[in-house]
């Protein structure tokens, strides 16, 4: 079955950066779409970014230039490295995949429905 498993969040000082690992199995990883979310208590889940397959990327507003996703299909693990860390950094961060949509030049949007796997989350907090 599909396997999602975070790890890398903590506690850092504004400005200071944090690298979150998503270990995946269960599903051809290289060919699937893969996410990173985030989530305050009591607010909606918001999509930090996504990468294909082949690697094309897309970022939500608030982290471009400070984040970065890649991947390594060799290993099966998605990255997230997070610089210049703000207070409102802080959240629960999310590994996604579609992994019913083998497409390796394909992602959905942030806010798309089609994101339906989900790791158990790790937690990020930035202190100012």
């Known amino acids: 079955q599909v396997q999602l498993v975070e790890s890398g969040g903590g506690s850092v000082q504004s400005g200071e950066s944090l690298r979150l690992s998503c270990a995946a199995s269960?599903?051809?990883?290289?060919?699937?779409?893969m996410g990173w979310f985030r989530q305050v208590p009591g607010k909606q889940l918001e999509g930090v970014t996504s990468?294909?397959?082949?690697?094309?990327?897309q970022y939500a507003d608030s982290v471009k230039g400070r984040f970065a996703v890649s991947r390594d299909n060799a290993k099966n693990t998605l990255y997230l490295q997070m610089n210049s860390l703000k207070s409102e950094d802080t959240a629960m961060y999310y590994c996604?995949?579609?992994?019913?949509?083998?497409?390796?030049?394909?992602?959905?949007?942030?806010?798309?429905?089609?994101?339906?796997?989900w790791g158990q989350g790790t937690q990020v907090t930035v202190s100012s």
């Open positions: 996604a995949a579609v992994p019913s949509v083998v497409l390796s030049y394909w992602c959905p949007g942030l806010s798309s429905q089609r994101w339906n796997s």
């Open positions: 269960g599903f051809t990883f290289s060919s699937t779409c």
């Open positions: 990468i294909t397959g082949d690697g094309l990327t």
